[in-house]
């Protein structure tokens, strides 16, 4: 029977920039790897607060992304 396993899980935020010529949102991005496979939701928003209230950016969103072997 396959098996997944946990391999790595990263964090990236999406900052407002500011606006390009046409009046749209340019976004930067951060990303922070090494993120604990049993983060809570409420310990990852934390840490990304955190960090946005480091930065003169807006933060727009926050991702997580987990990557697994399958065996």
Known sequence: ???KYFDAATLRMSFVKGTNEEGKEVFTTKSFTGMKEDATAAQLQQ???AIASLTTYELAKTFITTQHTVE
């Open 1 to 3: 029977m396959a098996q």
């Open 47 to 49: 840490f990304s607060t």
